[in-house]
């Protein structure tokens, strides 16, 4: 029986409305929602992967599964050629994917990181399910955009150890403009409550490797030093150090975005150094010591792993 079976939820994807977008596609019968995916769920790359936060994975780094297709789509992303189905990927059932979690532990990953799962949510929580029956004791990750739906994440319950998502935007004319999700803030903020409920207060072993908790990441755009200073208020103001949260300056404009004429200006310059420094200091001011901070030199394609 699989995990969406024991739950007597017939079929999640037909119609889907998995992520906010609630596009209704027939995913079952080879239709692809907003995500750009059908039902089946579709690996493009796994790997260990040593760049993620300090406290995330260890030595051993973490075992990331990037899953192809995406239901937010930023016009800028760095992973834009995985955001849609490539063709390229691999389908896993249930039973495959928990095997490939246990596998990439084999190889040494301190953590298993679950890249972009949502819009796969009823056979990633499956398979996640799975594995720990059948000895999986790292802490799983779910890194994600932060724009997810509260119903959908509620399959995780119990689950997930560490959720790492993004919280991108605050103003509704940005995330509108950048996204297509005027929406944006209200609902991630309500996905980032969810999460802080199911994992709790960060926890750290003795070695400082989180066994349980949430960072939350913000990526600093060109432009948009007063929405991320939002941001920080709000994630400060409700969260303060009971998470950890990652501000990013790892912005880069991708070719996609330097050859789009109608694309926002701000987003084919880098970021300024200037600006991310005083974004910096304006979390440290607010009391924030849980947090990371990112070099410069972080911007490029140092960061874009080699996807297939």
């Known amino acids: ?13 037909s119609p889907c409305n998995l992520c906010p977008r609630r596009c209704g596609a027939d995913r079952t019968h080879g239709r692809t929602g907003f995500c750009g995916a059908d039902a089946k769920t579709t690996v493009n790359l796994s790997m260990i992967h040593k760049g993620e936060e300090p406290v995330l994975g260890g030595a051993g780094g973490c075992g990331a599964v990037f899953f192809e297709g995406c239901s937010l789509r930023c016009i800028f992303c760095q992973n834009h050629r995985i ?50 029956e059948k000895g999986l004791s790292v802490p799983v990750i779910c890194n994600c955009s932060g724009y997810e739906s509260v119903s959908t994440l509620k399959l995780f319950d119990g689950l997930i150890d560490i959720y790492l998502p993004d919280l991108k935007y605050y103003s509704g004319k940005t995330s509108a403009k950048y996204a297509n999700a005027p929406d944006y803030f209200a609902t991630a903020a309500m996905a980032v409550d969810e999460m802080y409920r199911q994992t709790g207060c960060a926890v750290l072993d003795e070695k400082g490797i989180m066994r349980r908790g949430m960072i939350v990441r913000h990526l600093m755009l060109p432009g948009n030093l007063f929405d991320s200073k939002h941001i920080l208020d709000y994630l ?38 200037e600006n991310y420094d005083k974004l910096c200091d304006y979390l440290a001011d607010l009391g924030q010591t849980n947090a990371f901070v990112q070099e410069m030199s972080s911007s490029g394609s140092l960061m874009i792993p080699a996807f297939n």
């Open 236 to 273: 400060v103001s409700r969260y303060g150090n009971s998470i950890y949260i990652s501000l990013m300056s790892q912005y880069t404009p991708m070719p996609h975005i330097l050859s789009n004429e109608k694309a926002p200006a701000e987003l084919k310059r880098p970021l300024s150094r």
């Open 83 to 132: 955001t849609k189905i490539t063709g390229k990927g691999t389908v896993y059932d249930e039973n495959g994917l928990a095997d490939l979690f246990l596998e990439l532990v084999s190889e040494g990953a301190g953590a298993v990181d679950l890249v972009t799962p949502m819009h796969f949510a009823p056979a990633v929580a499956g398979a996640v399910r799975l594995a720990k």
């Open 1 to 13: 029986m699989s995990f969406m079976e024991s739950l007597n939820v017939t079929d999640p994807y």
